[in-house]
Each structure stands twice: as structure tokens, then as C-alpha cells.
């Protein structure tokens, strides 16, 4: 084996162990904001959770995070909480803080 082929490997186990954080992290943000909106809506824990839930599943529809903003603006309106898409990407970015923090604390 020669030493192009260990930087390599080495580069490429380092982008596959990227790619996972960036996963780990979104989907734990995904949780994050949604408990945040179903605290805003005033859900019961057991409907809190489930909730959660359900945001991180809707980031698996697309690309991004259109899917999740649109998902939390057509609930957060449809349950009378004001809202938009300012206010929506502004919890996100926070809360994607809020992730990294937690899982880097788990480490």
C-alpha cells in the first residue's frame, strides 16, 4: 500500500465520519424545533414527543430543510400560532446550535 492510497482512505473515512455528524446533527435539530413547536401549540407531553417526532420524519421528503419549514408553518398555523418563515428559520439555526452542543457533550 502506498502513502497516496492511506491518505485516501484516511480522507475518505474522515468525509463519511463528517457526513454522519451532519446527520445526527440535523435530525437532532429536527427534534429540537419540534418540540419547540409543540410547546407553542400545547400539546401534551405524549403528543410532544410524537411531534418530534414527526418533524424529523418530514426531513426525509426532500433536499434542505423546505420540507421541515413547511411542515412547521402549515401546523403552527393550522393550530393558531403566528408565525413565518423568518421566525422558523431563526429557531432552526438556534436550535442546530443547540444540537451540536448536545452532541458533542455525549462524546
Known amino acids: 500500500m502506498t502513502t497516496f492510497d ?3 482512505k484516511a480522507a475518505e473515512a ?3 465520519r463528517d457526513q454522519e455528524m451532519q446527520f445526527r446533527i440535523a435530525a437532532r435539530r429536527n427534534r429540537l424545533v419540534g418540540q419547540w413547536a409543540a410547546d407553542c401549540m400545547k400539546l401534551t407531553p ?4 410524537a411531534y418530534a417526532k414527526s418533524v424529523v420524519q ?5 433536499a434542505g430543510d423546505e420540507d421541515v419549514i413547511r ?3 402549515g401546523d403552527l398555523t393550522a393550530a393558531g ?6 421566525q422558523i428559520r431563526a429557531m432552526l439555526a ?11 457533550e455525549e462524546l
Open 81 to 86: 400560532v403566528e408565525t413565518d418563515d423568518r
Open 58 to 62: 418530514a426531513d426525509f421528503e426532500e
Open 46 to 49: 405524549a403528543e410532544k414527543d
Open 6 to 8: 492511506d491518505r485516501e
Open 14 to 16: 474522515h468525509f463519511a
Open 94 to 104: 438556534e436550535k442546530t446550535i443547540e444540537a451540536k452542543r448536545q452532541l458533542m
Open 71 to 73: 411542515k412547521l408553518i
